[in-house]
Nanobody, 127 residues
């Protein structure tokens, strides 16, 4: 079973940085496409960033492009989201997700193409 666990969330001032981690602690391992999504209260879940299994294909939402960096270490079965220059509008619960199928470009941001989800970690950015 795939079990995704996020960590690294917290409270940070605007302009600060956080690094989120997501580790698959389950017993099932595969060539998963990994993504980060976020959801603020009263809003729909929003795509943030995604990375292919090899790390060769990366896609960001326009709202975080240039500020966030997604990466992965398959040896550690972990994906990361480095968040710099944080803004109050980045405040949300951040979810890690894994997809079993190939996807590129904008398709990497379609949440229906992800099969497993973590429980989320809260990121709060104060102004």
């Amino acid at each position: 079973q795939v079990q995704l666990v996020e960590s690294g969330g917290g409270l940070v001032q605007a302009g600060g940085s956080l690094r989120l981690s997501c580790t698959n602690s389950g017993r099932t391992f595969g060539n998963y496409r990994m993504g980060w999504f976020r959801q603020a209260p009263g809003k729909e879940r929003e795509f943030v960033a995604a990375i292919s299994y090899s790390g060769g294909t990366i896609y960001y939402s326009d709202s975080v492009k240039g500020r966030f960096t997604i990466s992965r270490n398959n040896a550690k079965n972990t994906v990361y989201l480095q968040m710099n220059s944080l803004k109050p509008e980045d405040t949300a619960v951040y979810y890690c997700a894994a997809g079993r199928t190939l996807a590129t470009g904008e398709a990497m941001g379609v949440e229906q193409l992800y099969d497993y989800w973590g429980q989320g970690t809260q990121v709060t950015v104060s102004s």
